[in-house]
């Protein structure tokens, strides 16, 4: 978030004591990493705030959108995979 950047090489030094960022010899590196970092980040996920919550039937409503989502699962059901 403030345009720090940090490089490190795990198999010489995996506790991370030097940082290999600011070395021109790594720019390659960086500029190989940056191509995988997104363009633009996810929305802001909704605050508690923002929903009411039933709890007897374990329901919260999103107070603008009217939105349900229901929350409880039920014990029985299980992964089979």
Avoid: C, M
């Amino acid at each position: 978030h403030d345009g720090g950047e940090e490089l490190y090489d795990h198999l010489k030094d995996p506790k991370e004591w030097r940082n290999l960022a600011a070395s021109p010899e790594f720019d390659s590196v960086k500029r190989s990493l940056a191509l995988w970092l997104p363009t633009t980040w996810a929305p802001s996920a909704p605050t508690k705030k923002e929903y009411s919550f039933d709890p007897e039937t374990f329901t919260w409503i999103h107070r603008k959108s009217g939105r349900v989502t229901k929350g409880k699962v039920e014990t029985t059901q299980r992964n089979t995979e």
